[in-house]
């Protein structure tokens, strides 16, 4: 008698698997925005408003009932790691929360990710991965038969935050062509920049980045907006921009960045937003932030409508809800 | 075209928010024993009662289906956490479990507790804290458009603690009016000790304080005490009132607090329950305790049917799914 | 009027409390493998199959609704305590997690374990504990009186492991009788090698023994084999055993186990699973490891089909399955 193959524990009825068809997400892994296009981007969102509709009327559905998610957290993020917890319950499935920080588990002890995933998908039908490791999410995702959703791989991609920034813009304003988007802050290394810039660029957008000389986008990123043949402008002062703009992205600029300290207090200041800058901005423009913020936008902004950046964070959980449905097969 | 204002996930259909009608409860914050009347008190008594009934039938019932509880727990306190969530579960609700202690997480990294409530307000209907600073609670709810519920705030309250020790008091014996209550222990800092005395107050009961000459009630709550007209004598030594207490009401005295480590010990004989002292005791008197204990009740006293201490932890489940649905308008 | 006495949480209809009837196991604590006869283990490998169908059918059941499992690991294990969640959510029932170790919790604050369980146990219906200390799942039960299943207790007991293990080896095999098992790695100090021989001394197998001789099997396990009147022999080398093996159970071997680092490097090549050594081995043999391996299954292995190990971890939730539904007494 021969061992027998595994045969995999969720019953992807409507695809072939990690090829999946309808809606070209099921049972895919969600690693980089580099796999959404126009079409698919188009897809998640009307699910994620969809979502929105069924949350604010009944709190949940069973959707995804029957279904396990593991949260593996190799570091703790409690916003995304519970946007995730919420967005699989208010679905009707289940969680293993292993999202304290994996380094207090045996897990770590000397196991590699390969094996870890492999074990956890025995459990699970999707596994949320955050690991400081560049490059571990699919490496993740090489190993495990059920769809991995990247949840942040050190300085590599975290393409859920880049879709709910995305979603968020065209949700508050009702489009993205024609709109112009300033990004604030560290362009540098700020992870959710380069991710959403690189989204936006399927679309017919003007992009103003807005940054102190050593956090300024990276060479290879700004070529590709030029080759995109997007309209864009760099600058060291929000006071450029902010009177066009129809959406700030602020970021926050970590003080370990600089040497001198008082050029980061000098950039602290040109880059901040408060009331008084939101003064000289469009009624109909928005401002959000990945979060958390330390002081970048003065809680005083908070009260003026345009501050979108908590609406924002629910839009994560409808977004990642319309993503759980697609890669679990049930669009 | 304008940002939109957010609406609430929950749709309190029966309520103003924070000032709720249907039981005064819907849509409030829990902030504080001070918030309760004696009408208040009887329902949510009535509500738990009814919550022990279904529990006891048929383990969990569907009343907060589509709600989400986010249990954020700055300090773990696996007690409280663990009552809570099972609260929630058996009503048929879903958890964001944050209950290992914020510090591990990057919640924590600079951003500010009203920042991280209106962050997880986002995804749930009903926060619960623990937090190490008094006032934290009521500073989280005046961020909050969900209701808050005070899971002990350092020195300050820690309200469904007294709730559940007053329901277990009336529960064990029929009635609070006419009742003999012994506090015991450390009465000058135990949170637990001044809020359960306030409750009382509403009732015609008698009190007796029973502490070290350092560690007696402080003098505003005993003002307090005597102008609200009730029967209360202060004594060193339990010896005083086991006779006619109807509750004892035993709290862990810390020694931290004494620098002659002699005294601390002569203390902690003078105030230990034991079985030679329970045989002094009335036959319908019970002992409670909001627990851990650390041998201020001896192990041997377990067995005695007057010990309700674990009885008052199972209670505290039940007063919290009364208060969980209260508060989320499903009364 | 007189103190009530605690009813149970969870109404078990068909049985004796602690002395379960319908299948021997409702109500029961699982503390060591010692209390399985043959069946037992038929009952439970029989429930574990259906339980298996069930989840590639539909992912979850209701069976458990109404019930909480409190996962109460004072060491975190994440492959362990990730296993029983995931069984207790397909079974429709809910947890408290408490699995980050329990050291960063208040519970540890000088309470005892006999109170924290009694604690627990007011909230939940079954407790799976995970401790450090032998003993210490015996400890808890007779303090409980709502089911204890031990997770592991130090250099004790981990029975649901050796229930998968053995049930793995069963099911990829169709039979236990007949079969050749060889036991690799720490045999001395091995709690999940010790675990399983035990079980295996109910059929009519045949053992070998592959170890350095520092860590061979203990006298006293080894002479309880011999008793039970079984084919075996102990070797030093895993080509002694790779040609007739139906079953190589690989374990790791601890380097802090040896003075020598040398000795240890020689006996961690005498002992390695590699595809040169799988060539020698039946076609219809398998490989399987309790986990985490850390290099004595080269993980050029893993796509032999005779590596079960993975589907050795998917076993243990449907295992774990099994159990939770019969001490709950949904058999």
Known sequence: MNPKTLEPLFNYDHMDRKNGRSNGLTGQDILSV?????DTLDYIFTRSCEMREMVRR???TDLLRGNVLTALFYEPSTRTSSSFIAAMERLGGNVIPITQGVQYSSVSKGETLADTVRTLEQYSDVIV???PEIGSAKAAADNATIPVINAGDGAGEHPT???LDLFTIRDELGR???LQIAMIGDLRYG????SLTKLLLHYDVSLRFVSPEILRLPLTLMNEVIDAGIDVRETHDVADVIEKADVLYVTRVQKERF????QYEEVKDAHAITPEVMKRAKEDMIVIHPLPRVGEIHYSVDKDPRAAYFRQVQNGM????ALLAAVLGKA
């Not at 992870?191 to 380069?194: L, Q, Y």
Request: aromatic share 6%; proline share 0%; no cysteine.
């Open 129 to 131: 991965l955050r690991h």
């Open 318 to 321: 409808f977004v990642r809800m």
């Open 176 to 178: 993205l062509d024609g």
């Open 191 to 194: 992870r959710t920049v380069h």
């Open 161 to 163: 935050q880049a879709l």
């Open 259 to 262: 040497s001198d300290l008082a």
């Open 34 to 38: 580099d796999q959404f296009d126009v």
């Open 58 to 60: 009944v709190g949940s």
